[in-house]
């Protein structure tokens, strides 16, 4: 697991793993002879609105010592950051965006491309989204099982891993109770696995490309 879930690209080791050493039955089947864990993640995008940290950030080379060098700042952004976002900066629900069971996922699963919502919960300026995954450990055919699971999301407890802040190039402005919809398309470059490319596209504005390296 990197950040995001899916930067470093260490699924393809335990995909290959599993398909050279374990049996074809996954663990929701009976007589499965294997577990892998955890068996399930799911990945998530929430909205952020945090002004002074954008300001330091994003909004920087608006005004350096007097100079305007916003030349700079679409090159900066354009990486995605690796943070603790405050829970008070978190202002819409959640978003599910993608889920995986380990269990029988294919390479191309690591790739998606798929639309998203969320809901506002207060009146602000959405500066960023921010990325995270949870984990699962299910096993609902061994007797006793005591199913678990963490969550690497601003609502836990802090992580090695993080959250991933995708930096907007202009700020949106919501209002409570609105609906922001969005569209997420991560792929691997093909030079490159290791890391991630990611297209986020809010409200129908211009896409933003970011990577994950």
């Not at 864990?37 to 330091?56: F, I, K, Q």
Request: net charge negative.
């Amino acid at each position: 697991m990197g950040y995001f879930l899916l930067f470093e690209g260490m699924l393809d080791s335990v995909i290959s793993a599993r398909e050279k050493h374990l049996s074809r039955k996954t663990d929701m089947e009976p007589n499965g002879n294997f577990l892998i864990m955890p068996n399930r993640c799911t990945m998530h995008l929430v909205g952020v609105c945090d002004e002074e940290r954008y300001a330091a950030t994003a909004g920087y080379f608006d005004d350096v010592y007097g100079f305007k060098m916003s030349c700079l700042r679409k090159p900066m952004i354009t990486e995605a950051s690796i943070e603790v976002i405050p829970v008070s900066k978190v202002v819409t629900t959640d978003a599910m965006i993608h889920e995986l069971d380990i269990s029988i996922i294919e390479l191309k699963d690591t790739e998606f491309d798929k639309n998203f919502s969320f809901v506002a919960k207060s009146d602000c300026n959405l500066t960023a989204i921010g990325g995270y995954f949870d984990c699962f450990f299910e096993a609902p055919n061994i007797k006793d099982w005591q199913p678990s699971m963490f969550t690497t999301g601003p609502f836990g407890p802090a992580t090695h891993w993080k959250q991933t802040l995708f930096y907007l190039e202009e700020k949106l402005t919501i209002q409570c109770d609105q609906k922001i919809c969005g569209n997420i398309k991560v792929t691997r470059p093909k030079k490159d696995v290791r890391s991630l490319n990611v297209v986020i596209t809010l409200n129908g504005r211009r896409p933003q490309f970011f990577t994950v390296e």
